[in-house]
């Protein structure tokens, strides 16, 4: 057995880290299932919305075909993000991750401007709402259905920390509030005759979209830009490699994400008259240590003899 089996088997059950293959499971089942929901969603909304010609049940219908879209986008990303590194991607594919999350920021922004000009349009020229008792039955089933979608993709993303998952599953929460806000513009409506609450409530939707929108953007630049770790993370790491008792420093600790791989790099400070090989024992135990603190994680460490003077990126 070698050292790294050896301190594998040493992991509890309940440690975070877990086979390659589970998670490339999970995170595809998760794109599966949330095109499969978006799809149902659609065509029962189509219906409910020929019914009730109501616009905020429009907006609903709207987000859930762009749903369609951004998860096709999302399965064919989180595909290409698995698969393994090749002689052309050395670091492997996860940057296919982000670059989903920037087309799905693409979708819910075009789907937010498309509604706005519909809601604004409406509440120029209102119209009332007719069979409003069936868009509300449809938007509660729609509401049930993405609430077990978001559950599920909750625990995949505990598991996975996908990128293209976390985006997913931002639209159907999102997706939630749109349907509370559509039953809500569908009761006031047909109960209390406010046509003027369709669009306006639409409206809400739409705000909501662009902040969903400009969230997703964020994550996905940052991935795509290399940007470090949290700073308690790189605290973390530090700790880590510090607690064993020959690492004398550490220092130009470097850290990124692409997908659902991470990449950590640090320089060690050791003893001048360490041998090679007692060097090496020495990183292997920081790295397994470090790897077992951050799950799906290739960590790369250079040793230093004490008191080399060398440039410093960081401390």
Do not use: C
């Amino acid at each position: 057995m070698t050292e790294k089996d050896a301190f594998l088997s040493e992991i509890p059950a309940s440690s975070p880290l877990i086979p390659s293959e589970t998670t490339s499971r999970l995170m595809r089942m998760a794109t599966y299932a949330s095109v499969t929901v978006a799809s149902i969603l659609i065509v029962t909304k189509i219906g409910a919305w020929l019914l009730t010609d109501s616009v905020s049940l429009l907006s609903s219908l709207v987000d859930s075909i762009l749903d369609v879209g951004a998860s096709i986008v999302s399965l064919i990303a989180v595909r290409s993000a698995l698969q393994p590194a090749d002689r052309e991607h050395r670091f492997g594919h996860g940057k296919a991750e982000p670059l989903a999350g920037l087309a799905q920021a693409a979708f819910i922004a075009g789907s937010g401007v498309f509604l706005l000009f519909e809601a604004l349009d409406r509440l120029i020229h209102p119209q009332p709402v007719e069979h409003g008792l069936i868009g509300v039955g449809v938007m509660l089933f729609a509401t049930v259905m993405t609430l077990l979608l978001v559950a599920f993709q909750f625990y995949v993303i505990r598991r996975t920390d996908s990128l293209a998952v976390k985006a997913d599953s931002l639209h159907y929460r999102a997706d939630i509030l749109i349907n509370g806000t559509v039953i809500l513009s569908l009761l006031l409506s047909t109960y209390l005759g406010w046509s003027f609450a369709d669009p306006i409530l639409a409206m809400v939707i739409v705000f909501y979209l662009a902040w969903g929108s400009t969230e997703i953007l964020k994550q996905s630049i940052d991935n795509l830009m290399d940007r470090e770790f949290p700073e308690g993370d790189r605290r973390r790491i530090r700790e880590i490699a510090l607690a064993h008792p020959e690492v004398i420093d550490v220092h130009d600790i470097r850290t990124r994400s692409a997908g659902p791989s991470s990449f950590i790099q640090m320089h060690l400070e050791l003893a001048r008259d360490l041998s090679l090989l007692k060097a090496h024992e020495i990183s292997d135990a920081v790295m397994y240590e470090v790897e077992e603190a951050f799950p799906n994680t290739e960590v790369l460490i250079h040793q230093d003899p004490e008191g080399i003077e060398e440039r410093r990126d960081d401390v």
